[in-house]
């Protein structure tokens, strides 16, 4: 024990000195080919299982793929995975969420051992303002939130949210038909969501899916609720062949101004949407997604829909071009590439000069 004690002593004094040191790291290499995507899910079990609700898993997943496709490699971590379980020579280290080596930054593995790594902050939903400038890049699908961390000299750049025409597409299948659908999990002790309450108020009939809907929707109701989840690579059925697809955000999100992949997701697929209202889909979609902010409208909105199919399907329509034009995956990815090898570049230059 003593020896080991000594041992692990003199190794951790090894890399204080060698970060202390202005000679060059050669403990391992970094290869800025290689991206690490860091994802808020526990367990290694969790990527393999189909109906996993988490949508950052399903979003990793395509991001990943599309790096590979431009050439990288790029490869999807849980918290199991452990830093001497990483691939060490990851050049970008991508974070989904607010992870605790970016919750601080004091005499972590990072600054001792890693500071040649360029860490990525993707935020699609939003996180503390300590938690965003510690990394070296923030994409964030707030155009709000882009503007505010652009004065607090965060190095932020404005990246959406995106669907991906590999997985969401026009895939209509009578057997999935249905009048009103809505796919989302009810939060644990939180009021009931918002389009569900109004759905309920006014005798909308409509589809339910997802988790901890069991308290909510009880007695002649309880038929509403189809299914706790929908196999990811189902949805595009779903979507496509509802007649309407209702679309809610959560508060935090909608007063940060994001808008949620379901969105894009959706309208990949022509289904079309009807949502509670959001400035952010309003300035990209206009009235190709009505929105509603009472329930009166919302009651509205559906009998004149559903009795209007045409309508329907020219706003689905026009939806549909504007999320694959500026929306799908490969021109999120690239523009992401972009800014992560001009950063790149610059943080060697300047690495260099020193």
């Known amino acids: 024990m003593y020896r080991f004690i000594v041992g692990f002593i003199a190794f951790i004094g090894g890399l204080l000195c060698g970060y202390q040191s202005d000679t060059p790291k050669t403990a391992h290499q970094l290869d800025y080919k290689q991206i690490a995507i860091n994802i808020p899910i526990t367990q290694h079990a969790s990527l393999s299982d189909k109906t996993y609700a988490l949508g950052e898993k399903y979003l990793a997943e395509s991001l990943a793929a599309a790096f590979n496709q431009a050439g990288f490699t790029a490869k999807v971590y849980t918290q199991e995975d452990t830093l001497a379980e990483r691939n060490p020579s990851s050049g970008y280290e991508f974070y989904m969420r607010e992870f605790p080596e970016i919750q601080t930054f004091n005499f972590t593995y990072r600054e001792i051992y890693d500071s040649d790594r360029i860490s990525v902050l993707y935020e699609t939903i939003p996180y503390p303002l300590d938690v965003v400038k510690n990394v070296d890049i923030v994409f964030t699908g707030s155009l709000k939130r882009y503007h505010e961390f652009q004065k607090s000299g ?42 569900v309450q109004f759905a309920l108020d006014k005798g909308i009939k409509l589809d339910i899916y997802g988790n901890n809907w069991d308290n909510v929707l009880k007695d002649t109701n309880a038929a509403l609720w189809k299914a706790k989840q929908i196999p990811n690579n189902q949805l595009k059925y779903y979507y496509s062949s509802a007649k309407i697809v209702l679309n809610d955000m959560r508060k935090d999100m909608l007063d940060a101004d994001f808008i949620n992949n379901r969105v894009f997701d959706v309208t990949a697929c022509k289904g079309f949407l009807i949502s509670s209202y959001s400035p952010a889909i309003k300035e990209i979609y206009g009235d190709t997604i009505p929105m509603f902010q009472t329930a009166d409208e919302l009651k509205s909105l559906v009998d004149y829909y559903l009795a209007h199919p045409k309508e329907r399907q020219k706003k689905a329509e026009l939806a549909y071009q504007i999320t694959l034009n500026r929306f799908e995956r490969t021109k999120i990815v690239k523009e992401m590439l972009n800014i992560m090898e001009t950063y790149r570049r610059q943080h060697m230059e300047a690495h260099h000069e020193k």
């Open 154 to 195: 965060i190095n932020a750049h404005f990246v959406p949210q995106f669907t991906s025409s590999e997985n969401f597409y026009p895939a209509y299948d009578k057997k999935y038909q249905t009048d009103v659908l809505y796919i989302a999990n009810q939060w644990p002790d939180h009021p009931v969501r918002q389009t």
